[in-house]
Nanobody, 121 residues
Framework: HLVESGGGSVQAGGSLSLSCAVSGIPVTAISMCWFRRSTGETREKVASVDSAGEPFYRATVDGRAAVSKDAVANTFNLRMSDVRPEDTATYYC?????????????????WGQGTQVTVSS
């Protein structure tokens, strides 16, 4: 069971922080990924962490984003700085058993309900 939180409105150039609460399995035992979908666009990968904790980033957010797992809180977190209007989207966390990370959406078995992020210029 995955539940995202932390979405909302942010000014361009500011930062955002999203969290995905995981229940039923230790977050350290699974591979996880943040996806996002803008209105009228297809879902795209944003950032991912494999079961070993190795991070992976979409090119357009690399250098602006930091993804992590919190083993104590059992959460999967995304922080992004210098946000831009094009970061506006509904953000989803997804999980799968196994080691590999940053896979296509169809390879993730568990999804949260999404949280909306709106960046205004």
């Amino acid at each position: 069971h995955l539940v995202e939180s932390g979405g909302g409105s942010v000014q361009a150039g500011g930062s955002l922080s999203l969290s995905c609460a995981v229940s039923g399995i230790p977050v350290t035992a699974i591979s996880m990924c943040w996806f996002r979908r803008s209105t009228g666009e297809t879902r795209e990968k944003v950032a991912s962490v494999d079961s070993a904790g190795e991070p992976f980033y979409r090119a357009t957010v690399d250098g602006r984003a930091a993804v992590s797992k919190d083993a104590v809180a059992n959460t999967f977190n995304l922080r992004m700085s210098d946000v831009r209007p094009e970061d506006t989207a509904t953000y989803y966390c997804a999980a799968r058993e196994g080691v590999a990370a940053f896979l296509p959406a169809e390879d993730y078995h568990f999804w949260g309900q999404g949280t909306q992020v709106t960046v205004s210029s």
